[in-house]
């Protein structure tokens, strides 16, 4: 009925593994890129009522700086949040290596 169903499988099956594999990674891009996203904007109305410049001309002049900043700045964002992620599992495991166990005191058995 439908020869190509086994290769949408497959398609359908490797991408949900590899979902599942890069979804630190994507969800690291995502709010990096929502954090530099919001950061610009409120400098832009900031600057706007200011007085500093005119928002929307100046997004028009320089547009292909803006996109190529705001796409250096999240990938540099995506890496702060994978270093600092990744020192604050290895901060937790040493705290868990150190850590002395309880020794517990088992209560005597009453008959």
């Known amino acids: 009925m439908a020869p190509q169903a086994q290769e ?3 398609v359908f099956l490797s991408g949900g593994l590899l979902g599942v594999v890069l979804y630190r ?3 690291m891009l995502a709010t990096s890129l929502a954090g530099v996203l ?3 904007h409120a400098v832009f109305v900031l600057l706007d009522n200011a007085g500093v410049l005119v ?3 100046f997004a028009e002049k320089y547009v ?4 190529a900043g705001v796409v250096v700045v999240s990938i540099v964002g995506v890496g702060v949040q994978g ?3 990744k020192t604050t599992d290895e901060g937790k495991e040493k ?3 150190e850590k002395p166990k309880a020794k517990s005191k088992a209560e005597p058995a009453h008959a």
């Not at 292909?64 to 996109?67: A, G, H, I, P, S």
């Open 95 to 97: 705290e868990k290596a």
């Open 83 to 85: 270093w600092t992620g």
């Open 25 to 27: 990674v994507w969800t």
């Open 64 to 67: 292909v700086w803006l996109n």
């Open 8 to 10: 949408l499988w497959a």
């Open 38 to 40: 919001l950061f610009w």
């Open 55 to 57: 928002g929307p001309e």
